[in-house]
């Protein structure tokens, strides 16, 4: 866990004075718009995304991949690719390109494999809470397909800075990748790969895989751009060399942004809809459903909106979310505000998100006169009463969401920092606001 800001200013989170009864819209996915963003940049032929996510983590992923040759023409959520044009050589002697990361997973697991495609020394680093995110799996990756890594001085710190510099053509071939700390290793090796000489085999060999939907995700979008990728076996995946399609593709709504504006009608009561709700999806948002009302709401799908609805009385889970970790601290602010114990499981690697989430959940509801301890691979959280308080963020957006949600029950929460939310979310406060009828 980072330390907390010291001067950050603090958001007065308000309290639900009625039941809800509200529609909200929720912009593009991240994951998605990431992953189109990336196969766009490698493809044969320009690509469109409709829909697209403007925040932070996608806007510095479009930057990044214009940084290395790219075009990203941005109108609002419309935004029009000119892949790079891979095979022309960088002018002798030319200096590195810088990539910034920012706090962004996304763009510093799923970027070095496009910077090795270019025979240029690509240079990454980000924020200072991004350079204790694990990087190690993906940079021996490189390495092993052929790749130049710099990640400093005694064998490499396996961490943001770190400079990728790649022959001209990478060769590809088998890897084995321990991703227990994070599937955006595997996405990342297996979005370039069709790139590479020889295509990819790459094998998982860690004890644990978190976030399986984001892999099949992945491999989602690479058929979908005519890609050919075997995943018969488990955690062995193969991707065959070829082209890749530009497309023309319409982004889903954030269902992992989704959740704490539905998660916010158990707390309040009343009701909240999302439209666009897809029928079918590979994010880990497809659980919401089920999880919301385990702990006590009532969900409802009309053609494309999903309604959620609640009385105010949570119900305690037990709950392995491994798949779904972007879902935790939701479910961590709702079981703080539930009726009987809950249990969350599955969710060590959670400790190398945008902070050590599982320790800063634990503080903050300890803060504000919860109970919650951690375990090894996740936490215990017994409800009390609560007051109101501080509720730090460490440049957490999801940490952010959280407070807000406790903040609908617990009178003079006071999230600090609630702008990080523009991670994946601008306007979130607006949109809470909206949500509320107090806009
Ligand atoms: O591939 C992706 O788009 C993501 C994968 C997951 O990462 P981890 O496997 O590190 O949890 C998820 O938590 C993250 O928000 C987005
Ligand atoms: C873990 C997350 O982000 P990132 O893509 O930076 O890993 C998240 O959004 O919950």
Not at 128 to 142: C, I, K, N
Not at 174 to 203: E, I, K, N
Not at 207 to 221: A, C, E, G, N, Y
Not at 274 to 301: C, F, H, I, S
Request: charged residues 20%; contains cysteine.
């Amino acid at each position: 866990m980072t330390t907390e800001l010291a001067h950050a200013p603090e958001w007065a989170a308000p309290e639900a004075e009625s039941p809800l009864d509200a529609v909200v819209e929720v912009p593009g996915s991240k994951s998605l718009t990431n992953r189109y963003l990336v196969l766009a940049a490698i493809a044969d032929t320009p690509g469109h995304i409709r829909g697209a996510l403007a925040s932070r983590d996608t806007v510095l992923m479009a930057d990044a991949l214009e940084a290395l040759g790219a075009r990203v023409e941005r109108r609002g959520s419309d935004w029009a690719v000119e892949p790079i044009r891979l095979g022309r050589r960088a002018p002798f002697g030319a200096g590195p390109i810088e990539v910034e990361c920012g706090l962004a997973g996304t763009v510093m697991r799923f970027v070095p494999p496009v910077a090795a495609l270019l025979g240029r020394p690509v240079r990454f680093d980000g924020d200072p809470e991004a350079r204790v995110r694990p990087m190690g799996p993906v940079l021996r990756a490189l390495r092993d397909l052929g790749a130049r890594v710099d990640d400093g001085p005694d064998g490499g710190r396996g961490t943001l800075p770190f400079t990728v510099t790649g022959p001209g053509v990478l060769q590809g071939g088998l890897v084995d990748v321990d991703a227990s700390a994070s599937s955006q290793f595997v996405s990342g090796l297996l979005l370039s790969a069709p790139r590479f000489a020889q295509g990819l085999v790459l094998r998982h060999t860690g004890p644990t895989l978190p976030s399986l939907p984001h892999i099949v995700m992945t491999v989602d979008v690479l058929r979908a751009a005519g890609v050919r990728v075997d995943d018969s076996r488990p955690h062995i995946w193969e991707v065959a060399p070829g082209p890749v399609a530009g497309r023309d593709v319409r982004v889903e709504p954030d269902l992992s942004n989704a959740a704490p504006f539905l998660a916010a009608a158990l707390v309040a009561g009343g009701t909240v809809r999302v439209p666009g709700w897809p029928e079918a999806t590979t994010q880990p948002g497809a659980l919401l459903p089920d999880l919301l009302t385990r702990m006590g709401g009532r969900v409802e799908r009309s053609a494309d909106v999903l309604a959620v609805s609640g009385t105010g009385v949570v119900h305690g889970i037990d709950v392995d979310l491994r798949e779904a970790s972007e879902l935790a601290p939701t479910i961590a602010a709702l079981a703080t505000l539930a009726h009987g114990p809950s249990r969350l499981r599955g969710i060590a690697h959670m400790r190398g998100h945008e902070t050590d989430r599982l320790a800063a959940l634990a503080t903050e509801i300890t803060r504000l006169g919860g109970q919650a301890e951690q375990t090894h691979d996740g936490l215990v959280i017994t409800p009390r009463a609560l007051h109101g308080g501080v509720w730090q963020t460490y440049r957490d957006h999801r940490m952010a969401t959280a407070g807000a949600l406790v903040g609908l029950r617990v009178s003079g929460v006071r999230v600090v920092d609630v702008d990080t939310t523009a991670k994946t979310l601008p306007g979130f406060t607006g949109m809470w606001a909206r949500m509320l009828g107090v806009a």
